[in-house]
């Protein structure tokens, strides 16, 4: 609502006579107040936030009935009711509740934020039924009407939020991500925090879909902060279940079912069931992977419950048994798993849902590979394969290949499957979210091996994929993986064997997983504990290890886990430890063989307290170990703890002075990947809209981007071009862009600023000059014109050009040629012409200031360069760049910004536009020590002067004008309810009847307040 109507009562609850305006409301003949209209919207907008659907379908009913004799009212009320069929997912009854208003003429009528409901809600109920370009030009049609209107900032908050989640829902998350930026740009001059959480959820999706996970997790913990304690449970569970999404894919589970738990404690408290099933169902798949899987049971038959209580047959269903089909299959129920996932196809194929049905066919095809069924589970297999390639999934795709891969190796077609394993290879990238698969593909590539007869290559696959699964937390594959290593040493390293397949038996036996357990136990106990050890070839064995440490570069840790498992395994040593530097440079442990994690952290302790290499070696000779330290140029360092103390080597005495160097070497390639990764969005905006643009022109924004893509399309020619723009948003950058992607790119490019030399001498400087050809042309000049033959001439501020120059410029650009003042025949000159200006050319026209026909000579293409104020969201990379920049160029290091700063820099003006912002940016840099964290005191004191609050004084009641005087014949009871009443009074009255704040400030819930309000016989008007 916008904030210039009278609110009477901005979302205040009055409770006093809530009940006898229902009522009014229901009896539809009474007449009600547009006041008493208006409160009950805002009583219902919380509804909508606690995710009470049917309360605010029911309270709807009644108002629409009411408000038919006022248009306005009536469009805002069945807005609220196409939001609420939208958070149920009836996206169809979503858009019928508003298309009636399409029309520009439905709305014509109605007031300015009546309007702008409508048309962000029509477009979203386009969105959700799948029309996105219908979406997008009704979104945009509404953006260019409201920023021409000079409408408020929640009304344009409002589109750009709208936009943000239509090119999500397209997969265009970095525009996505621009349009939720300047969403949050326009809520931030509100102090909304419903539009401040929902941008800063846009922005957080769009990190995490685009891989981003932990910058995804800072922002929904920031939109998290701002709903706060507001009754919206409904958003709190989304941003919670996104955040445990963040976490799977940052392989962090335990965090995860943290986040899932928070999620559907507020989704249990709203009516959408769906959610809660799918966070039951979310909540089971994480506990599966960390080994719970009791808890894991009791979460997924709770969400199959919910889900069913909704729809027997809906799409969640086949979701949820295919995760029961799954656990069911690492417990080896086999029969009770087939059925869970026989029935999750067959829903999954009658909803159409093509996803689903290969997710619940690819685990069909593991469950007959558990029951030995190759045949059953090729023709599983080569389905899911089929489905993943119609719908173009990769991951999906590798997975079916897996399981082709094992079922041929089950019916002992080896080629098949090795050719199937070369398939997922060429696949599979060095991603963190390619790990589970890879972990996988390195067991059957050890699997393969063991068939072919070599027992070492095979250790050496398991090995990795023991590394692999016990980094990503995933108990249950890691033991399997244990389980096959001591399969295959067993006829070389019998005690190694013993060593992995009793730990894979007391695994096994604490998950349930019966089948599983039985295999190992019987290995177990085949064991021939009295074999000799046999040696390997140990120039095989080191090419291996070799070739295994260089393929561990998928992340660091990884890599580290690599070395210290292949130490382990493959030396005399009985305590491999590696530390790594964390937060104050305190050594954090990131793998521990032989000792316990206490000890562990322990011995951590101790060597942070040791500050010299002296020290160190001390400490290593108390412990009987050796201390190495892993470096690599653009790596931060590892530290390497071996015991005992003696020389670490290899079989047959090979040092591991080799392997270390390949792990140096890999942790350089981690950290160069990372920094890439991390980099590849800041590197998109803060340097070149296109990598050969001019270093400096940054841009993110729709305008910009429309820019840069009109920059592009004139790249192959030379029609001349106007640049307009205020003072300082880089016209010359774009001109010069303009000749770097030009033909003429390795010519000159000749800048000329109509105001920087006097009038009467801008001829004789534009267009040359022969010696004597006035007073003090001593010598020739070729003009800058010639100067710049086969190139491009840049007329600055061309406004400024001398009106009785003016008619040469034209001529030259009419005929290509000039002629210089003091020659007698004309030149020919090629020379590309790009003229800016921060002037009204077409009013300078109007005043016989500059010609009309020189202006339509150079107007054929014009370009726009908008001012900062309307492409706010580029600020805080513009600010990232020039820090880096000036960093740089005065010899600064490790200088950062917080976001306080930067948010007041966004919500400043700029007259000087990029200009100004780029001075202010110098300025704080060329101050700012090696080190320093910018805050909003480094700013210029005007920049703070303009963030300044107002402030007021606190309004403080003594106790004893609230409290009874003693000796009142009253008690203690009766004083307490007294006080309690003329606290809960004054807080109303403080905060105009509003029963948030005032809950918030006495410390209850809106619930409790109710409550208290009718007990002491209170209105919320108090």
Same mark, same amino acid.
């Given at each position: 609502?916008?904030?210039?109507k ?5 979302g %205040? ?6 009940r006898?305006?229902?009522q ?15 409160a009950?919207?805002?009583e219902?907008?919380l509804?909508l936030?606690?995710g =009470?659907s049917?309360e ?8 629409i ?5 006022d248009a ?6 069945r807005?609220? *009711?196409s939001a609420s069929l939208?958070m149920q ?7 019928e509740a508003?298309q009636?208003?399409?029309a520009p003429e439905?709305?014509a009528k ?10 962000v ?10 029309d996105?370009?219908k979406?997008?030009?009704l979104?945009?049609v509404?953006l260019?009407?409201?920023t021409?209107n000079g409408?408020s ?5 409002? $589109? ?5 989640r239509?090119y999500r829902?397209i997969?265009e998350?970095? $525009? ?5 930026e ?5 809520y931030?001059?509100?102090?909304d ?6 941008s800063?959820?846009?922005i957080?999706?769009?990190d995490?879909?685009?891989g981003?996970?932990?910058?995804g997790l800072e922002n ?14 409904y ?7 996104n955040?445990?999404g ?6 962090r589970p ?11 404690s507020y989704?249990e408290?709203?009516?959408?069931k769906?959610?809660a099933a /799918?966070?039951y169902n979310?909540l089971g798949i994480?506990?599966m992977?960390?080994?719970?899987w009791?808890?894991? +049971?009791e979460a997924l ?13 809906g799409a969640q269903?086949?979701?949820i048994l295919d995760?029961?089909g799954?656990?069911c299959?690492l417990?080896?129920d086999?029969?009770e ?12 194929t009658?909803n ?5 049905s290969?997710?619940a066919l690819r685990?069909?095809g593991?469950c ?6 190759a045949?059953s589970? &090729?023709e599983?297999?080569r +389905?899911a ?6 719908i173009?999934?990769r991951?999906?795709?590798c997975?079916s290949?897996l ?9 002992n077609?080896l080629?098949?499957c ?10 599979t990238?060095d991603s963190?979210t390619?790990l ?5 593909a ?5 699997l393969?091996?063991?068939?072919h007869?070599d027992?070492?290559?095979a ?6 994929s023991?590394?692999i ?5 995933d108990r249950y594959?890691?033991?399997?993986a ?6 295959a040493?067993a006829?070389t ?7 992995h397949l009793?730990?894979?038996?007391h695994t096994?036996?604490?998950?349930g997983a019966?089948?599983d357990l039985?295999?190992?136990? @019987?290995?177990?106990a085949?064991?021939?504990?009295n ?8 120039s095989? /064995? ?9 393929e ?10 690599e070395?210290?498992?292949v130490?382990?395994?493959e030396t005399?040593?009985s305590?491999?430890?590696i530390?790594?530097?964390a ?5 954090r442990?990131?793998?521990a063989h032989?000792?316990t994690?206490?000890e562990?952290?322990?011995?951590a302790?101790?060597?942070n307290r040791?500050?010299?290499d ?5 400490f290593a000779a108390?412990h009987d170990s050796s201390?190495?330290?892993l470096r690599a140029?653009n790596?931060?360092?590892a530290i390497l703890?071996?015991?005992p103390r003696?020389a670490?080597t290899?079989?047959?005495n090979i040092?591991?002075?080799p392997?270390?160097r390949?792990v ?5 390639v981690c950290?160069?990947?990372?920094r890439?990764?991390?980099?590849h969005?800041?590197?998109n905006?803060d340097?070149?809209a296109g ?6 022109f940054?841009?993110?924004s729709?305008?910009m981007?429309?820019? %840069? ?5 004139i790249?192959s020619s030379d029609?001349?071009v106007?640049v307009?723009?205020?003072s300082g948003?880089g016209k010359?950058?774009v001109?010069r862009?303009?000749?770097?992607l ?8 000749m800048?000329?600023?109509c105001t920087a030399?006097?009038?009467? *001498?801008s001829?004789?400087?534009?267009? !040359? ?5 006035f007073t ?8 800058v014109i010639?100067?710049?033959a086969?190139g ?8 400024? &050009? ?6 040469? =410029? =034209?001529?030259?650009?009419q005929e290509?040629?000039i002629?210089?003042l ?6 020919k000159v090629?020379?590309r012409?790009?003229a800016a200006?921060?002037?009204?050319l ?8 500059f010609r009309?026909d020189?202006y339509y000579r150079?107007?054929v293409?014009r =370009?726009?360069?908008p001012?900062?104020r ?7 990379t513009?600010v ?13 290091r490790?200088i ?6 930067v ?7 700029w007259?000087?536009?990029?200009r ?6 110098q300025?704080i ?5 090696? !080190?320093v964290?910018?805050?909003p005191?480094?700013?210029?004191p @005007? *920049?703070?002067?303009?963030?300044a609050?107002?402030? +007021? ?5 003594p106790l004893?004008?609230?409290a009874?005087a003693?000796g009142q014949?009253?008690?203690?009871a009766d004083?307490?309810?007294?006080l309690e009443r003329?606290m809960?009074a ?5 905060h105009?009847g509003?029963?948030s704040?005032a809950?918030r400030?006495l410390g ?10 009718e ?5 919320a008007?108090?």
């Open positions: 609502m916008s904030k210039d009278k609110r009477p009562e901005s %205040v609850v009055n409770l006093a006579d809530a006898a305006r229902l009014r409301l229901r009896s539809r003949g009474a007449t009600v107040s547009r006041e008493e209209l208006l009950e919207l805002e219902i907008r509804l936030d606690n =009470l049917s605010v379908k029911a309270r709807l009913t009644s108002l009935a009411a408000t038919r004799h306005s009212l009536l469009a805002q009320a807005c609220i *009711l939208e997912g009836r996206y169809r009854e979503s858009l508003v009636m208003y399409e439905a709305r109605l007031d300015a934020e009546a309007r702008n409901c409508l048309r809600q029509i477009g979203l109920a386009y969105n959700y039924t799948g996105h370009p979406a997008i030009a979104l945009n509404a260019r009407e409201e021409e409408s900032h929640a009304h344009l908050g409002a $589109i750009y939020a709208a936009l943000a239509v829902s997969s998350f970095t $525009i996505a991500r621009d349009y939720s300047k969403a949050l740009e326009h931030r001059e509100t102090g925090w419903r539009g401040l959480a929902e800063y959820f846009g957080a999706m769009a995490t879909l685009e981003n996970h932990e910058a929904f913990e920031q939109a998290a902060k701002l709903v706060g304690d507001h009754p919206a449970p958003l709190l569970g989304k941003i919670y279940s955040m445990a963040a976490c799977w894919f940052l392989k335990q965090e995860g079912i943290r986040y899932l738990e928070k999620s559907i989704y408290r709203t009516e959408h769906a959610s /799918l966070g979310n994480n506990l992977l960390v080994g719970e009791q808890r894991a +049971q038959e709770r969400a199959l419950s919910l889900a069913s209580e909704i729809d027997e047959r269903v086949p979701m995760s029961l799954d656990l299959t417990r080896g086999l029969e798993a087939r059925k869970f996932l026989d029935r999750a196809v067959a829903l999954a009658e159409g849902n093509k996803w689903y290969c997710q685990t069909l593991r007959y590979l558990a029951m030995n069924d045949e589970a &090729l599983k297999g +389905q394969l089929s489905l993943a390639e119609s173009g999934d991951q999906a795709i997975e290949r399981i082709l891969a094992e079922a041929n190796l089950l019916s077609n080629d098949v090795a050719e199937e394993l070369h398939k997922v290879a060429e696949q990238t963190t390619d589970g698969f890879a972990g996988e390195q067991r059957l590539q050890g393969l091996a063991i068939a007869g027992a070492t290559l250790a050496q696959h398991f090995a990795r023991v590394s699964f016990e980094m990503l937390g594959r890691a033991t399997r244990h389980y096959e290593m001591g399969r040493s006829a390293q019998p005690e190694r064997a013993a060593e009793s730990r894979a038996v096994f036996r604490e998950l019966n089948l039985e295999r190992a136990e @019987e290995a177990l085949a064991l021939d504990r074999a000799p050890e046999q040696e390997s070839a140990t095989a /064995l080191a090419q291996l290890l070799t070739l295994r440490l260089a561990a570069v998928a992340s660091r840790e990884l890599l580290l886990r070395l210290a498992a130490l382990d395994q005399n040593a305590r491999v430890l530390f790594e530097p937060e104050n440079n305190q050594l442990v990131v793998v032989g000792c994690s206490d562990a952290a322990k011995i302790d101790e060597l040791k500050e010299t002296a020290q160190k070696e001390k108390s201390i190495m330290t140029p790596a931060q360092p703890l071996l015991s003696e670490i290899l079989p047959n040092s591991i002075e392997l270390l390949v140096e070497l890999g942790m350089d950290a160069l990947r990372a890439t990764h991390a980099g969005t800041a590197q905006q340097t070149l990598s050969s643009l001019m270093p400096g940054i841009h993110s729709p305008a981007t429309r820019l %840069v893509e009109e920059v592009h399309k790249r029609v001349t106007l307009t723009g205020e948003t010359e950058l001109a862009a303009i000749h770097a030009s033909s003429r790119r390795s010519k000159v490019f800048p000329f600023n030399v006097p009038k009467e *001498l001829e004789g400087y534009l267009f !040359g000059y022969r010696r004597g050809a003090g042309a001593v010598s020739d000049s070729p003009g010639r100067s710049a086969g491009t001439l840049f007329l600055d501020e061309i406004g400024d &050009l001398p009106l009785d120059v003016q008619p040469k =410029l =034209l001529r030259f650009l290509g040629e002629q210089p003091g020659e007698q025949r004309p030149a090629d020379v012409i790009i200006t921060n002037s009204d077409e009013e300078m026209v109007a005043q016989g200031r009309e020189l150079l107007n293409i =370009l726009r360069v001012p900062l309307e492409r706010r969201s580029e600020i805080p513009i990232n760049y020039y820090i880096n920049h000036y960093s740089a160029k005065f010899g600064r490790d950062e910004i917080t976001s306080q700063a948010d007041l820099l966004m919500v400043c003006d007259p000087g536009n990029v100004q912002l780029c001075n202010e940016i300025r840099v060329a101050r700012a020590e090696d !080190g964290v910018l805050t005191d480094q700013l210029s @005007e *920049l703070r002067r303009m963030s609050p107002e402030t +007021q004084q606190p309004s403080i009641t004893s004008a609230v009874p003693p014949n009253i008690t203690l004083a307490i309810d007294e003329r809960i004054e807080a109303l009255r403080k105009s509003n029963i704040r809950a400030e209850l819930t809106r619930r409790g307040l109710y409550l208290k309000l007990r002491h016989d209170l209105s008007s108090a």
